[in-house]
């Protein structure tokens, strides 16, 4: 084993946003760095993110857009490499980008455009980038100076510093694991359980039928659940409720919870009906549902009810009030989620208790680092999940 022990100053297990970024950096602080990643391809989450163009960052990024056990833990590496800063990297090497909405920053061309800065970066550094490599084993080693020993492939790594940035186990096709928690688990860390985060909800009961019915339909809707809401746009899918407003609360569900749906938020139904009694008294409520919404979605949610082919006029005020109640209230008890399969993120993770804000160390074993999506922290979609990767990876960079 001695003749065929390599060392390094850093291993980096993972070779994703976040691995790829703290490499990087320590790298260029004239460390020796591995990475190594099971898969055949680095960053294949940043290839598939953003539809293709990799929302990578958001101008809006605050500690409020995170989701942790200890909702301040994220503040002090995410003030000290901003979202400001990955974008003058991103503008160094030559990169367009535009705004989509809320601040979320795509790129215009394509999503590998990030990955190749990444990697681009790693090249300057020095950095030594194995693929398709298994890591059997990790080890404290005796020697101070090398703290971890790592049985990986073929070969037996040391190193001072050991990084584990191997995120989550959503879309485990692209070869996403827990891995990261069971190395968390092996050297005695606390660690959250995972549940999948920003995920399309699923639907079991009458309110399937009507979302197979509505399949392809979206709506710009208001969803509120245990005390947090979102304004955004809703999709209807043949199993149940997707769109950002969904997988934006979804991280906020809980099994057995109810969505409250407000699926007219910018308009007053009550009043707005009253109104368009006295002005256009001939109209079928299902053409003015449908001017609201679309024709589809007014067919089907009249589908079978006593107002189905009333028109203005016919209208009693109960029937009104009802109607406003059933459009700005609509609740929705999911049977669950979409799991792990399509869920951008996986909520829990390491406790951020167990690391140093500062440094993401452990405080139990030196030299041990956690970083990106594998710690209890978790943002809202738009760019703020890639933003943690970027900004706890330098964190730790500056320490390795």
């Given at each position: 084993m001695t003749e065929m022990l390599q060392k390094f100053d850093v291993i980096v297990i993972g070779a994703g946003a976040a691995g790829l970024m703290c490499a990087a950096t320590a790298g260029r602080r004239g460390r020796k760095v591995l990475v190594l990643d099971h898969a055949n391809k680095a960053g294949k989450k940043i290839l598939m993110s953003g539809g293709g163009r990799c929302n990578f960052t958001n101008y809006y990024v605050a500690a409020e857009r995170y989701l942790s056990h200890n909702p301040h833990f994220c503040k002090s590496a995410l003030t000290r490499y901003t979202q400001w800063d990955f974008m003058a990297l991103v503008d160094r090497h030559g990169i367009p980008y535009h705004e989509k909405k809320d601040g979320q920053l795509f790129c215009d061309n394509k999503a590998s455009d990030i990955l190749t800065m990444l990697l681009d970066e790693c090249e300057q550094a020095g950095v030594e980038i194995r693929l398709r490599t298994e890591v059997q084993d990790i080890r404290p080693h005796t020697d101070d100076l090398y703290r971890y020993l790592l049985e990986a492939g073929e070969v037996t790594c040391a190193c001072q510093s050991l990084v584990i940035a191997?995120?989550?186990?959503?879309?485990?096709?692209?070869?996403?694991?827990?891995?990261?928690?069971?190395?968390?688990?092996?050297?005695?860390?606390?660690?959250?359980?995972?549940?999948?985060?920003?995920?399309?909800?699923?639907?079991?009961?009458?309110?399937?039928?009507?979302?197979?019915?509505?399949?392809?339909?979206?709506?710009?809707?208001?969803?509120?659940?245990?005390?947090?809401?979102?304004?955004?746009?809703?999709?209807?899918?043949?199993?149940?409720?997707?769109?950002?407003?969904?997988?934006?609360?979804?991280?906020?569900?809980?099994?057995?919870?109810?969505?409250?749906?407000?699926?007219?938020?910018?308009?007053?139904?009550?009043?707005?009906?009253?109104?368009?009694?006295?002005?256009?008294?001939?109209l079928s409520l299902k053409n003015w549902l449908a001017e609201k919404t679309t024709q589809k979605f007014a067919a089907h949610w009249l589908a079978g009810s006593a107002e189905e082919s009333v028109t203005l006029a016919q209208l009693s005020g109960s029937s009104m009030d009802s109607l406003a109640a059933g459009l700005h209230q609509w609740r929705v008890r999911p049977a669950g989620t979409e799991g792990y399969r399509t869920a951008e993120v996986a909520l829990g993770g390491v406790d951020t208790d167990e690391l140093s804000s500062k440094t993401l160390e452990s405080k139990q074993h030196p030299g041990l680092f956690f970083i990106g999506e594998v710690v209890d922290v978790t943002g809202h979609l738009g760019g703020f999940n890639f933003q943690w990767a970027w900004s706890s990876a330098v964190a730790a960079a500056a320490y390795v």
């Open positions: 191997t995120g989550g186990p959503s879309i485990p096709t692209l070869g996403a694991s827990g891995f990261g928690y069971d190395i968390a688990r092996q050297f005695g860390l606390q660690v959250y359980t995972p549940r999948a985060g920003l995920v399309p909800f699923t639907l079991t009961d009458v309110n399937r039928h009507l979302s197979e019915a509505l399949s392809g339909t979206g709506l710009a809707v208001e969803v509120s659940c245990n005390g947090r809401s979102f304004t955004d746009d809703m999709l209807f899918t043949h199993r149940g409720l997707s769109g950002p407003a969904m997988l934006q609360i979804s991280s906020y569900w809980q099994a057995g919870d109810e969505l409250l749906i407000n699926l007219l938020p910018a308009v007053d139904v009550a009043a707005e009906l009253r109104a368009g009694q006295h002005q256009r008294p001939k």
